[in-house]
């Protein structure tokens, strides 16, 4: 039975940052290193909290939650002028991140992220974030729409941190 938390330890952390990078890898969209991790400036840092599913001891699904803070959010390089503009509302946000699934049949994906996206989004609201932001592949911006309830907040920009691959910031 999947287990669905945050990652509290540096082993579920771990596991969380390969299962990234395999999946990165995989499709294209991150380079090889020596440690087989992924891990950005922005999970390093106290206002990012790392979402898993662990099937047993393994890491079988992750996403990231940054909250906006030092650095601001990993969108903003792509999009900054539209966060800014969500920031100067005055409401709280935060950026979706960071999705890797283990499991190649979309049916059994499928379940597991709204799992993780319920406990992520419940997580958010609790933490007074009342906006998520989030920068998806092209393909993926319906879903987002139309499941998750994302509107579009700007067009498409190569996105510096999957390879200069397209995104939709919403």
Known sequence: MLQ??????PAERQGAFRLLYANYLRQGLGEPNQYQMRVTPFHLLHTTTIFVAKLEEEVVATLTLVADGKLGLPLEAMYGPEV?????CGVPIAEVSCLADRRKSPSRFL????????LMAQYARRQGVDELLAAVHPRHARFYERYLGFETIAGLAP??????QPAIGL
Do not use: D, E
Not at 4 to 9: D, E, L, M, V, Y
Not at 84 to 88: E, I, L
């Open 159 to 164: 996105c510096p941190h999957v390879q200069g």
């Open 4 to 9: 669905f938390k945050i990652a509290a330890s």
């Open 111 to 118: 379940g597991t992220f709204m799992t993780l996206s319920k």
């Open 84 to 88: 800014q503009r969500r920031r100067s």
